[in-house]
Protein backbone atom coordinates (compact mmCIF):
# COMPACT_ATOMS: atom_id res chain seq x y z
CA UNK A 1 0.00 0.00 0.00
CA UNK A 2 1.10 3.68 -0.68
CA UNK A 3 1.02 4.41 2.96
CA UNK A 4 3.21 1.70 4.03
CA UNK A 5 5.86 3.42 1.24
CA UNK A 6 5.65 6.57 2.56
CA UNK A 7 4.39 7.00 6.04
CA UNK A 8 4.74 10.70 5.92
CA UNK A 9 1.74 11.19 4.00
CA UNK A 10 -0.17 10.28 7.01
CA UNK A 11 1.62 13.18 8.95
CA UNK A 12 -0.04 15.87 6.37
CA UNK A 13 -2.40 17.79 7.59
CA UNK A 14 -5.36 18.72 5.27
CA UNK A 15 -4.29 21.62 3.74
CA UNK A 16 -1.09 19.51 2.41
CA UNK A 17 -3.16 16.60 1.63
CA UNK A 18 -4.96 19.04 -0.67
CA UNK A 19 -2.01 20.02 -2.58
CA UNK A 20 -0.81 16.79 -2.91
CA UNK A 21 -4.03 15.67 -4.17
CA UNK A 22 -4.50 18.59 -6.58
CA UNK A 23 -0.93 17.11 -7.53
CA UNK A 24 -1.36 13.97 -8.53
CA UNK A 25 -4.60 14.81 -9.88
CA UNK A 26 -2.64 17.10 -12.60
CA UNK A 27 -0.55 14.42 -13.22
CA UNK A 28 -3.61 11.41 -13.54
CA UNK A 29 -6.26 13.75 -14.97
CA UNK A 30 -5.13 15.39 -18.73
CA UNK A 31 -8.16 17.54 -19.62
CA UNK A 32 -8.72 16.83 -23.24
CA UNK A 33 -10.95 18.41 -25.62
CA UNK A 34 -14.79 17.08 -25.99
CA UNK A 35 -15.23 16.32 -29.46
CA UNK A 36 -18.01 13.51 -29.18
CA UNK A 37 -21.22 15.75 -30.54
CA UNK A 38 -23.34 14.27 -28.32
CA UNK A 39 -21.59 15.19 -25.38
CA UNK A 40 -21.53 18.44 -26.37
CA UNK A 41 -25.18 18.97 -27.09
CA UNK A 42 -25.86 17.51 -23.63
CA UNK A 43 -23.45 19.96 -22.28
CA UNK A 44 -25.36 22.62 -24.21
CA UNK A 45 -28.43 21.48 -22.61
CA UNK A 46 -27.31 21.20 -19.38
CA UNK A 47 -25.74 24.53 -19.78
CA UNK A 48 -28.94 26.34 -20.74
CA UNK A 49 -31.16 24.87 -18.17
CA UNK A 50 -29.11 26.51 -15.74
CA UNK A 51 -29.10 29.35 -17.61
CA UNK A 52 -33.10 29.58 -17.58
CA UNK A 53 -33.32 28.46 -13.20
CA UNK A 54 -30.33 28.19 -11.18
CA UNK A 55 -32.18 27.23 -8.73
CA UNK A 56 -32.49 23.72 -10.31
CA UNK A 57 -28.83 22.84 -9.69
CA UNK A 58 -27.12 21.70 -6.22
CA UNK A 59 -24.00 22.74 -5.07
CA UNK A 60 -21.01 19.98 -5.35
CA UNK A 61 -21.06 19.74 -1.61
CA UNK A 62 -24.17 18.49 -1.57
CA UNK A 63 -23.88 16.06 -4.60
CA UNK A 64 -20.41 14.69 -3.39
CA UNK A 65 -22.74 13.86 0.01
CA UNK A 66 -24.68 12.20 -1.77
CA UNK A 67 -22.70 10.14 -3.59
CA UNK A 68 -20.54 9.24 -0.95
CA UNK A 69 -23.74 7.97 1.00
CA UNK A 70 -24.73 6.07 -2.38
CA UNK A 71 -21.30 4.69 -2.75
CA UNK A 72 -19.13 4.65 -0.10
CA UNK A 73 -20.11 1.89 2.59
CA UNK A 74 -19.16 2.61 6.41
CA UNK A 75 -15.98 0.13 7.28
CA UNK A 76 -17.43 -3.54 8.37
CA UNK A 77 -20.42 -2.80 6.67
Not at 19 to 25: M, R
Not at 32 to 48: K, S
Amino acid sequence: MILERFPEIQQLNDDELWQLYAELSDKLFVDEPVTDPEIIAELDRRWEEYRRDPSTTKPWSVVREQLRGKYLRPAGE
